[in-house]
């Protein structure tokens, strides 16, 4: 008798717990990505040259798999569920290359660690040391960039551009990144060309 009473209080005590645990799920990882834009009136007439995207650097806080917004001038808000795609360097290479390709007509434009690698004439280095949300919402892109020349002397500029999404919401805020990427393209193939 006992031992059936004691059966009986642990199949009662698992079906509970398996119902406690069943509501405990956590909504699955939305994944998102940049996209390039298209050049519009910003293209260059004319382009022969060769620019590799020779590196990227991230600044450490962005760098991570969750989409980052700035809560307060000094706390951050990491989206726990809302991720990127693919990693914030290799990402920012890809979709730079893509916009600067369609504003360097006739040029060729690819990421310097990428499989098809060829000898560049000029050379683009990117350093992005903010590249999210401020706590009003809009988007904030500040870099510093160097563009190598053959032998000549780098050429050294920083460029800080902002853009406004069109709501809240995540994707959104993804679309205006991407069009601040765009701006920040536009802003180098001037200096490139």
């Not at 069943?22 to 382009?47: D, I, K, Q, Y």
């Not at 990491?78 to 916009?99: I, P, Q, S």
């Not at 000549?152 to 406004?164: C, M, S, V, Y």
């Amino acid at each position: 008798m006992r031992q059936a009473s004691l059966s009986r209080r642990l199949l009662i005590a698992g079906l509970a717990f398996a119902a406690l645990t069943s509501g405990c799920t956590s909504p699955p990882s939305r994944r998102f990505l940049l996209a390039p834009r298209g050049a519009g009136a910003a293209a260059a007439p004319s382009f022969a040259g060769r620019v590799a995207i020779a590196g990227i650097g991230i600044a450490k806080y962005l760098d991570q798999p969750e989409i980052v917004r700035h809560h307060s001038f000094y706390e951050l808000a990491v989206a726990e569920f809302e991720v990127w795609a693919e990693g914030m360097a290799d990402m920012v290479g890809r979709v730079l290359a893509e916009d600067l390709a369609a504003r360097l007509p006739g040029g060729t434009v690819f990421v310097g660690d990428s499989a098809a690698t060829v000898p560049a004439d000029t050379s683009l280095e990117l350093y992005i040391d903010r590249f999210d949300a401020d706590p009003d919402g809009m988007v904030v892109l500040n870099s510093r960039w160097t563009i190598r020349r053959g032998s000549g002397a780098p050429r050294l500029g920083a460029e800080r551009i902002t853009a406004r999404p069109a709501s809240p919401g995540t994707p959104d805020l993804v679309a205006a990144m991407s069009d601040a990427l765009a701006a920040l393209a536009d802003r180098l193939a001037a200096q490139l060309a």
